[in-house]
């Protein structure tokens, strides 16, 4: 079965650099959620989109940017990046299902390093 | 917002003996509690969910009980296997509102052979 796919699987930045990071959720699902793992953390909730639009917003810095595309895509772009923005980023999907709990699928992440 | 508390920290046992990790919530008004597996340098993969208006579910090997009352879920695995070595994560969620995952800080299970 089809999963969630980000990319790039590894990144390496410098300081104050600019990062993009995809997210391509699995078909048919039609909300992404992002979220942040340092080392040894859990995840953090960053943020999440449904049907193209911001639904909820966690813990994302302001120089953290994220949009969803029409075809359910996912980017989430930093800037200005800090030797903290190191971590571990997963994309999640999940099919909206009128009342009943959204079941999240995670992708296998990519790892940012901030040097 | 919601608060998810799981313990041990780190949890080792012998090949075939059962593990048992328990997370607490604080807002009574979540109503999903899923149980992701995460391996080392991969994503969260769920194992196995609960919803409010089930007290217990199993699959093979891995069950969950969850008690509304007392806001507490717990995640059982039994004849443990090697393969099951990982980091577990309880989380919850409020279904309906904000549909953010909360996730408890994980627990590092070691299956000794």
């Known amino acids: 079965a089809a999963g969630v796919i980000q990319s790039p699987r590894h990144l390496i930045k410098e300081k104050r650099e600019t990062a993009t990071l995809k997210c391509y959720p699995i078909p048919r699902h039609d909300t992404v959620y992002w979220y942040q793992q340092g080392p040894g953390q859990d995840p953090q909730f960053l943020i999440s989109f449904y049907e193209k639009m911001q639904s909820d917003k966690g813990s994302i810095p302001d120089r953290f940017s994220a949009q969803q595309f029409s075809d359910y895509h996912s980017e989430l772009n930093m800037s200005s990046l800090e030797l903290g923005d190191s971590a571990l980023y997963f994309c999640?999907?999940?099919?909206?299902?009128?009342?009943?709990?959204?079941?999240?699928?995670f992708g296998a992440g990519t790892r940012l390093s901030v040097l | 917002g919601e608060n998810v508390e799981q313990h041990p920290s780190t949890l080792s046992v012998q090949e075939g003996d059962s593990a048992v990790i328990k997370c607490t919530y604080s807002?009574?008004?979540?109503?999903?509690f899923p149980w992701y597996k995460q391996e080392l340098g991969k994503g969260p993969q769920l194992i196995i969910d609960i919803r409010s208006n089930v007290g217990e579910k199993k699959d093979q090997r891995i069950a969950v009980t969850l008690n509304k009352t007392a806001k507490h879920f717990s995640l059982h695995i039994t004849e443990t296997q090697p393969e099951d070595s990982a980091v577990y994560f309880c989380?919850?969620?409020?279904?309906?509102?904000?549909?953010?995952?909360?996730f408890g800080s994980g627990t590092q299970l070691t299956v000794l052979p």
């Open positions: 989380a919850a969620l409020i279904s309906g509102s904000a549909r953010q995952l909360t």
């Open positions: 999640a999907s999940s099919e909206s299902d009128r009342g009943m709990p959204d079941i999240q699928y």
């Open positions: 807002d009574s008004a979540s109503n999903y």
